[in-house]
């Protein structure tokens, strides 16, 4: 009927209906929308060859946060610590860098382009992994603290000395 990209361009304008219905949670059920009926295939199935479109139409608005959130938190880390560690001249670190943030960035822009499959879940978890545990490396290796990725701790109240401890309560 149409060719692979005109079918995702035409999958993405038939799910509008469904997801402005289900905006917020989505439904499990989007296959029997209407207007996503008009994608169905010569094998009599509607095809969702988008990742985030599928997530969206299964899960809604809370979904696709949740699916794509440590992707973009991911990517805005590697891109700090790129331009950090070529700012400090660690030129093997900045490629180690840049490759990592390749990685992700196609992986993301993968995912839009094929179904939600089994494995498809554990490549996603298999990528944001191994892109954390670079950044950390890189952190360790760069002498900055490997939790700086987290709040910092409180510092514990200092005690001058000779003082002694007033006991509260």
Sequence with gaps: KYGTFNYRLQLIENAKSSIRQHLLLGTPEFRSDEQLQQSMQGQGIVDVVNAYLRVVL???????????????????????????????????????ASLILAIVVGFAAAIATVSLVDRLGVYYWLVLCLAYAAIVNSMKRSSAAPNELHAPAPAPPSRRAGATPVATG
């Design 58 to 96: 299964q899960y809604g608005i809370v979904g696709l946060l949740l699916f794509a959130l440590p992707l973009v938190a991911l990517l805005r880390i590697l891109m700090k610590q790129r331009s950090r560690m070529e700012s400090a001249r660690a030129t093997r670190d900045a490629q180690a």
